[in-house]
């Protein structure tokens, strides 16, 4: 049991303003993403009873705009089955899986269940997948009496149900998570599963165990669908420990087929982990991910609680260098109504000296907006500081062509030797036009470059907040535009 007598002191220069956190506690992946009558519902893993990870609950969150979060009582809680891992939520719209009376739309929620003394004793069978409903609306659930839906087949890891439905078929579709691979089930009623098809032995990273699949169809530049796997693991991400990696391909209603075997990563950045979509949210694929990572997580110096989530983002194809087709991230279009008028805004000019954008920090609380445009890029660092000597510096490497991060005297660095790092991302478009985005929400920095196909997400944890601010060139650099802009707190 977590002993608040032998908690740290409370750390709330670091809770984020417009990051979901649960007040305390422990949190994690983010599960059951649904959308329904107006609510964005997120649950996620949580373990109520400390701030490590331990017995997995589902807390739960609800928001009608992405930007305020209310925290819900715990929405499933360990049984004799075991402790409740990740999973999925959908809106039964004809009551297939018969578990909410005539003529109702249950909110259905398939998860893994964990046994942990067999997992303990050696076992390979411990993880199956069961099911929960709710007749309320999200807001209370009744685990399936006839749980587990789908037993173990003999895989160790077997895990993490993404559910869609597939209205060519009429049919539900389960991505899970198996071992070192993906397998998709269907089922006409959510309850009966068959296996149709496995992707991935061999194919993409496998540095780690695969985990949290998710797959969507998206449209392209050129119109036609594809379809988007994503696989979390960890380890293996390009900067070390957890990270998401996606195939873009075809799906035929059985099996999924990569368009190629490239290698390509979601958020090149430290902490981006088991993202999925909402369900519900028809007009765009709607993500969040779990902002941490498992090299560090346990260890990470908030206090009372330990977790956050990323910016709820808008995952869409774009066409990048050579005209390969690559998955773009950008801020949920619900995150502008954060941004205040500037605090300092550059027109067109050649930047060629050090400038000072110290003066603009003042009034942003830490939460703040800077983005730049450029039609000839160069090498570029943005430099943040503080009375303390923390330093925060980000920018473009362009002999290298790839963005960074270094947050290596970032403030409280020492906690885990993993998380004094410089971390980077290739430059995925072609020419000398760029466009930045860099979004601060005190210990966070969400880097968005070149619209979004090469970003990366890093926690820092500054000792004081930021009063210095220099941005400086390597070589003269067009500048078209520059702006720097407070985000509200919208609590």
Known sequence: MYSFAQAPAATLQWRPAFHYTPRAMWMNDPNGLVFHQGVYHLFYQYHPHSAVWGPMHWGHATSTDLLRWQEQPVALAPDELGMVFSGSAVVDADNRSGLGPAGSQPLVAAFTHHAMDADRAGGITHERQSLAFSLDGGLNWTPYAGNPVLPNPGRKDFRDPKLRWLPERQRWLMALACGDRICFYSADDLRHWTLESEFGAGLGAHGGVWECPDMFPLPGPDGRTRWVLLVSLTPGGPNGGSATQYFI?????????????????????????????????????????????????????????????????????????????????????????????????????????????????????????????????????????????????????????????????????????????????????????????LWFDRGVAELFADDGLSVMTSLHFNRQPWQLAQLQVDAPMALDGLRLQALRDPR
């Open 249 to 437: 391909g075809q799906f035929d209603g059985h099996r999924f087929t990569p368009d190629d075997t490239q290698v390509r990563w979601l958020d090149f950045g430290p902490d981006n982990y088991a993202g999925v979509t909402w369900s519900g949210v028809d007009d765009r694929a709607l993500f969040i991910g779990w902002m941490s990572n498992w090299q560090y997580a346990t260890q990470v110096p908030t206090a009372p609680w330990r977790g956050a989530m990323t910016l709820p983002r808008e995952l869409v194809l774009r066409s990048g260098a050579g005209g390969q087709l690559l998955l773009a991230s950008q801020p949920a279009r619900e995150l502008l109504a954060l941004v205040q008028a500037p605090v300092l805004e550059l027109g067109a000019q050649r930047l060629d000296a050090p400038l000072d954008l110290s003066a603009a920090l003042a009034d942003t609380d830490g939460c703040f907006l800077l983005t730049l445009s450029t039609s000839a890029l160069q090498g570029f660092t943005l430099s943040l500081g503080n009375g303390l000597g923390d330093r925060l510096h980000l920018g473009y490497d362009a002999r290298a062509q790839r963005w960074w991060i270094d947050r290596r005297a970032s403030g409280e660095v020492d906690f885990h030797p993993s998380f004094a790092t410089r971390h980077s991302a290739p430059r995925l478009v072609d020419g000398g036009a760029s466009h930045v985005a």
